[in-house]
């Protein structure tokens, strides 16, 4: 029983953290998008809160995909 009880607690933890998770998009025109990245071509797919864009991949200044590299770089753009 006690292992079950660790299993659904181990996959709540991850339903609850996994959209936590996310990258951001800077583009060229100063742009800031926030969500998970799907690579599609020549353009990427950005789902975010409120809905998914698409970006083509020549309007793309930077990708950030950790927290710190973000805090430290987009006080320089």
């Known amino acids: 029983m006690r292992y ?3 299993l659904a607690a181990i ?3 991850l339903a609850i953290s996994t959209p936590l998770i996310s990258e951001v998009v800077v583009l ?3 742009s800031k998008y926030i ?8 353009k990427i797919k ?3 809160e409120d809905g998914e864009i698409v970006v083509k ?3 793309i200044k930077a990708i ?3 927290a ?5 770089e987009l006080t320089d753009i």
């Open 4 to 6: 079950i009880i660790v």
């Open 28 to 30: 060229k025109d100063g």
């Open 35 to 42: 969500g998970r990245i799907t690579d599609d071509g020549d």
């Open 57 to 59: 991949k020549d309007r």
């Open 11 to 13: 996959f709540i933890l």
């Open 46 to 48: 950005i789902a975010t």
């Open 64 to 66: 950030y995909k950790d």
């Open 68 to 72: 710190q590299t973000i805090d430290r």
